[in-house]
């Protein structure tokens, strides 16, 4: 472990310009793109894109075609759950609920201020 004598000896603008750096790494942010199916995005670049109805377009893949007897549903629907595409729309599911869910922790931002009206 350094000496107290040895950190007295780092230049003040060395210090100053690795807490610089170190602060402006850990702080850039993300471009979020929120959005829909219906208004699709041809060029995000870096840009988090989420859809609003990815859940629901998710949800009805999986459950396409399903019989009206709902024990014979749940067993196609595990069926389906258990194969390698079912893995992968259950992955999808999952992030596009915390997409829903990054999308509404911005909207008490929205409301904060008494004159706008939603």
């Not at 000496?3 to 850990?26: C, E, G, K």
């Not at 990815?54 to 194969?83: G, K, M, V």
């Not at 595409?85 to 999308?103: C, F, I, M, P, V």
């Not at 922790?105 to 904060?112: D, G, K, M, T, W």
């Amino acid at each position: 472990m350094p000496t107290r004598q040895a950190l007295t000896r780092i230049p003040l603008n060395v210090v100053l310009s690795l807490a610089f750096l170190s602060i402006t790494t850990f702080t850039q942010a993300q471009t979020w793109i929120i959005t829909d199916q219906s208004h699709p995005i041809t060029s995000a670049g870096p840009a988090r894109i989420i859809l609003l109805d990815q859940q629901q377009h998710l949800e009805a893949e999986l459950s396409r075609a399903l019989p009206t007897d709902p024990h014979q549903a749940a067993a196609i629907i595990q069926n389906r759950l258990n194969t390698p595409s079912g893995k992968r729309l259950q992955t999808d599911l999952a992030k596009a609920q915390q997409d829903l869910t990054d999308a509404w922790s911005l909207e008490p931002r929205y409301h904060q201020d008494p004159r706008r009206r939603c």
